[in-house]
Structure formats: structure tokens, C-alpha cells
């Protein structure tokens, strides 16, 4: 047996056995209650960062950040941490490898899992495959990009970035054999230490490529974003061009999964900085390779919501997934993904961000009322059952000083509550002052996760407490009345969403779902 052949065996039978021990934790994270339902989640085990996600031949491709052997941490978790700290010996080290989960789905609602697309090449010096994109390189095949991490470096101060080749489908995946194709070596003089999270545009028939990172001290100190020009048509070899973004603010750690766009006229520049993600808008500047910002903004207020991906689709459309991260005594399993989010930029530089609308495939049941007051009481929708819910709430004015939702068992409840110049909910604050205009408030509840969406601007991710089936729906106002324009509400349909439609390889047979 030649080593190729023994190498792609040893790699294959290490994917099984991750495989196996999804199969096993399956059942256990199935049967918690808390498991969001119509959320894009894994098999089972712990997900975080949507990776390589790509519209091709007809399907929406998702690919994830997963440690197929653990439900409790990240294989590599311990980075995303606000201070540095790093233990070889730590079991977020020694717990498991970071793979890519994969996914494919024709409609963003059912989805069917595919086999792990990327898994770590051990036998040369590779434990984790982190945050990345897929593209269909210059020769016309499939490629995934991303930050390769061994098992014993820092990540703070050493990273490489490494290349899988797919096939046609995007199913099977093998290491690139110019690995790594990019390397710290790349710049020079000039030191990016937390240097990670390729990510993929074009521009003018050029492509270019970007990264997250933080600028040595000793060359300012600036968290960055990086930018890299395409040389070849394989895109395994690459031109430093500079730096494309510095942040403003001096005390960021690092800019993580750092996204762009050209929306329009105008370019977005999407950013996990270790905290709530951020979003500029502005111009990139071609020849220079240098981007100017013109607004800033927050993309989700909670930081439960975190390392957002992007891609356009055959619509034309621009849609943002993010990880949902943060969930406490879970049982087999750990993340989902936020719902899929269109958005665009407004005419004045605010990020528009709406849910995708075939998500209106899942309304069941449908409660409406129109045009009536809510004064210093609450007005209630009975009848409801279940903890999977769409509110979309239209206020034409309000005065009152407090005024919201409350989602009612008879045990207690979830309140959504806006009061002075914030909102409350699930003990998750954000900045909101009414401004005496129309309001529409949309609300998607899927057990334990709570998305708002105010004016299709403002967004609020909280991971919320999981109530037994709410029984009414209720608006409030407290000291004041408001003006309702309308309320819906619908049960949503969220069974059978998940499939496991795919050929299972030789050795894998044990794995398709009963």
C-alpha cells in the first residue's frame, strides 16, 4: 500500500469514528427539551462558527465549526476568551479535534447532513480547522480555506492557513498538497499575531482574500484586517497587500471572522471583535486595497450571537448566518445558528438586516388582531400552544413608559420590555430610544432561543429560560397606551426539518439515522 492510499484511509477512518460518536450522542441531545428546533444545528455534539457556507448548483451549502466528541467545549475553545490564556494541557486542547460539519439544503429550511467535509490532518500536525470560506477557485474546483491549528501551537502567535480541494458536489474533501498556502512568512517584516479566519471576495475580475488579526506592538498594535491578492488561478499562492482596515479602538484584542461585501454602491465590512459584532460601511479603495469607513453600527446586540459568515445566492440576495453560543446544562449537544438573515444597506449607511422569508413555510396556526389601544393593561391572545413562535407586532404610536410582549404558561412567562431608552429581555439589555414613529417589532421564539427584529435594523439574539408550552401572547403598556396597528402571531411547524438524505461510505453504515 502506498502512502497516499494508507493516508487517505487513516484520514477516512478517522472521520467514521467521529461519525460514530455523533451517533451516539444523537438520541441524548434529541430528547432535551431545550434543543431549538427549526434553528440550523448539527446531528448532536458541540457547533459553533458557520464555516465555508456557499451557494452551488442549486443547493445552499453549510458548513460549522464542530467537536464531534464532546458536547461540553469546543475543541480550541479556550481562545475565544476576552484575555489571552492558553494550556496545551487544557481539556478544551486535549478534548477533541475541530472539524467541519457539513450541510446542504435547497429552501434554508430543510436540510440534509453530509458527511464531515474537513477533518484535521494529525499525521501532519493539524488538530483544528477553524473558522473559513469556500469558493470555486480560478480552475474551477472546489475549494474550503482556513486557519489550520496544531495541537501544540499558540494560537496567539502561530497559525498557518490551509486549503481542502472538494468534488463537484462539495461531498468529499482532501488536504490541498501546497498546504499551507499561506503562511506568517507573507508579510515581510510586518508581524499579525490571532492571525486567522480567511475569507473570500472579487472585485473587477481580482480576488482577494482577508484575515483577522492584531498588529505587534511594536507596529501599533491595531486590531487589523489583512489583505492578500490571488496569483494564481489555484489560488495556492498569494500577494500581501497591505492592510485593508485598522479598528479604531485600541483596547480590541483582535478582530475575528472578519466578512466583506459589496451591497449596491456601497461596501460592508462585518467583524467579531471578541464581543457584540460590528459592521462598518463604506468604500474600497481597489488600487490601494484599503477600505474607507463612512457609518458603524452594532450587527446583534447580545453576545450570544457571534462570528457571522456570508454569501450571495442565485437570487442575488446577501444572507448572514452567525453562531449561537452561550447555552448552559445542555444535554448532548451545544449551539445552533442564528436564523438566516438578508441584508442590505440603507441609504443611510445602516445595516438592514431581515429573516430570510422562506421561514414563512413553518407558519401553522395564525392568531391576528388589528387596530385597537393597550392602556395600563395587557391585552392577550389565548389559545396558543407550544414554544415555537412567530410575533410580528406593528405600533403605530405609543405613549406609554414601559410597553412590550409577554409570553404566558400560567407559571410564569418571557417578557420582552421596552422602558426608557433600552430593552429588557431574558436579562439581556440594548440600547433603544423611541422616536414616535411606526414600530414593527418581529419576533421568532424556538424553545430556548429568542431573535428580535426592530425596523429590520436593530437585532437582539438572547438565549432565553425553557418554559413549558406557552397559553396566551399578550401586549402591554404601562402609564401610558399605545396604538396597535396589528399583531401576528403563529405556531410554527418545526418537525422533520432535519435529514441524513445522502450515499453512507463503506464503514459508515451504522451511522444513517433509524
Known amino acids: 500500500m502506498d502512502k497516499a492510499t494508507d493516508f487517505r484511509n487513516d484520514f477516512n477512518e478517522k472521520k467514521i469514528r467521529a461519525l460514530k460518536a455523533i451517533q451516539e450522542a444523537t438520541p441524548k441531545a434529541e430528547a432535551d427539551a431545550g434543543r431549538p428546533a427549526y434553528h440550523f444545528h448539527s446531528p448532536a455534539q458541540w457547533m459553533d462558527d458557520p ?24 475543541a480550541g475553545m479556550v481562545y475565544k476568551t476576552e484575555s489571552v490564556s492558553w494550556q496545551s494541557e487544557n481539556k478544551d486542547w486535549t478534548g477533541g479535534v475541530t472539524v467541519w460539519g457539513h450541510a446542504r439544503s435547497q429552501d434554508l429550511i430543510n436540510w440534509e447532513h453530509l458527511p464531515i467535509a474537513l477533518y484535521p490532518s494529525e499525521n501532519s500536525g493539524e488538530q483544528f480547522c477553524w473558522f473559513g470560506c469556500t469558493v470555486i477557485n480560478g480552475e474551477d474546483t472546489p475549494m474550503a480555506i482556513y486557519t489550520s491549528i496544531g495541537p501544540n501551537k499558540r494560537p496567539e502567535d502561530s497559525a498557518d492557513q490551509w486549503a481542502a480541494l472538494g468534488d463537484s458536489d462539495l461531498i468529499t474533501w482532501e488536504p490541498c498538497p501546497s498546504n499551507p498556502i499561506l503562511s506568517e512568512s507573507i508579510h515581510g517584516k510586518t508581524r499579525v499575531i490571532e492571525w486567522r479566519d480567511p475569507f473570500i471576495f472579487k472585485e473587477e475580475g481580482r480576488t482577494f482574500l482577508i484575515l483577522g488579526g492584531k498588529l505587534d506592538p511594536k507596529d501599533g498594535g491595531e486590531a487589523v484586517i489583512s489583505i492578500y491578492e490571488a496569483q494564481n488561478k489555484a489560488y495556492t499562492k498569494w500577494k500581501y497587500r497591505g492592510i ?23 461596501w460592508l465590512i462585518l ?18 486595497c484599503l477600505f474607507i469607513s463612512k457609518g458603524h453600527g452594532i450587527v446583534d446586540w447580545s453576545t450570544n450571537f457571534y462570528a457571522t459568515n456570508l454569501l450571495f445566492d442565485d437570487k442575488g440576495r446577501c444572507i ?12 448532548g449537544w451545544n449551539g445552533c445558528l442564528s436564523l438566516p438573515r438578508i441584508i442590505e444597506i440603507s441609504s443611510d449607511d445602516q445595516l438592514i438586516q431581515q429573516p430570510a422569508p422562506e421561514l414563512m413555510a413553518l407558519r401553522g396556526s395564525h392568531f391576528v388582531r388589528s387596530h385597537f389601544d393597550v392602556e395600563d393593561e395587557i391585552q392577550t391572545f389565548k389559545g396558543l400552544k407550544g414554544n415555537t413562535f412567530e410575533i410580528v407586532v406593528e405600533l403605530e404610536t405609543v405613549k406609554a413608559r414601559m410597553f412590550g410582549i409577554k409570553l404566558m404558561n400560567g407559571k410564569g412567562g418571557l417578557d420582552i420590555t421596552f422602558s426608557g431608552d433600552q430593552l429588557i429581555a431574558a436579562g439581556t439589555y440594548m440600547p433603544f430610544v423611541y422616536d414616535g ?6 419576533v421568532f421564539l424556538d424553545k430556548s432561543v429568542l431573535e428580535i427584529f426592530i425596523n429590520n435594523k436593530q437585532c437582539l439574539t438572547c438565549i432565553v429560560e425553557v418554559h413549558s408550552d406557552f397559553l396566551e401572547v399578550g ?17 410554527l411547524v418545526s ?15 451504522d451511522y444513517r439515522k433509524s
Not at 418537525?495 to 453504515?509: A, D, H, K, V
Open 475 to 491: 401586549l402591554f403598556a404601562s402609564e401610558g397606551k399605545m396604538r396597535v396597528g396589528s399583531v401576528d402571531v403563529w405556531e
Open 244 to 266: 485593508l482596515f485598522r479598528h479604531t479602538r485600541k483596547s480590541l484584542r483582535s478582530i475575528e471572522c472578519p466578512n466583506i461585501a459589496k451591497l449596491g454602491s456601497k
Open 51 to 74: 464555516n465555508g457556507i456557499i451557494y452551488h448548483r442549486g443547493y445552499y451549502h453549510l458548513m460549522y465549526s464542530l467537536n464531534p466528541f464532546s458536547s461540553e467545549h469546543r
Open 437 to 442: 414613529r411606526r414600530l414593527l417589532l418581529h
Open 495 to 509: 418537525s422533520e426539518l432535519f435529514s441524513f438524505n445522502y450515499e453512507i461510505p463503506s464503514g459508515m453504515n
Open 320 to 331: 448572514m448566518w452567525g453562531c449561537i453560543e452561550g447555552f448552559k446544562q445542555t444535554s
Open 271 to 288: 467583524l467579531s471583535p471578541h464581543g457584540k459584532v460590528e459592521y462598518f460601511v463604506g468604500q474600497f479603495d481597489l488600487q490601494k
